[in-house]
């Protein structure tokens, strides 16, 4: 069947795969958006009603205990992250583009830059560079502890990745997947695979790679090549 239906077939598969990946990835960050937004609200209302009823800290734990038993045990409701979320609304309920702003990046790079960073413009900083740039928590963490925003403030910008890139390198569809506390909210438990891992990968530097234009041509992926009587497989195949 393949042999009859030839290139033609071939590209039509690679253009309706490309679209799905590119679907995942709006369905992902649509994901993480509502999530932040959800943790927003949540927080916001344990605020709320604190004041208005005069409950203490023993209304966290207990709201805690009983999300756990509606929705069987999802660690996005632990009483840590209940804090969380109370912090989060406390920390940028007073202005109106960082709360919007934190809904662009994952809550685990939320969390790293509500615990480790003080200065309101610092941490605009660190929120408005992960999202540009893609981030990931490992990299915040490191960026913060190097000290990235006071250096950016003595030297004048370096690079042009902003406008440079593709949209999607900067994009946070990897971390999201990756985050617990999304596939948890999705109610999804079951692990990547090593293969698909290396799928996601490989996907990504064949789309770099083509956006560079003019001058490079994709043959293929795992391209079978054969050399006497052996067979060699390259990864990412361009002329």
Known sequence: MKNSIGKEYVNFLNEIKSRIVIARIQAIRSVNKELIKLYWDIGRTIVKR???????????????????????????????????????????????KLAQLVREIPWGQNIVIMQMVKDAKEREYYIRTTAEMGWSRNVLLNQIKAGAYYYQKSMPKQHNFSKALPVHLH????????????????????????????RRLVEKIKRFMLELGKGFSFLGSQYRLTLGNNEYFIDLLFF
């Open 50 to 96: 604190q004041k208005k009823y005069k409950w203490g800290d023993a209304v966290v734990e207990r709201l805690a205990f009983d999300l756990a038993a509606e929705f069987n045990g999802v660690v996005g409701f632990s009483v840590q992250n209940l804090w969380r979320m109370r912090l989060l609304y406390l920390k940028y309920k007073d202005s109106l």
């Open 171 to 198: 994009e946070q569809a990897d971390e999201s997947i990756k985050s617990v506390y999304n596939l948890d909210f999705l109610d999804i438990t079951k692990s990547v695979v090593e293969r698909e891992l290396e």
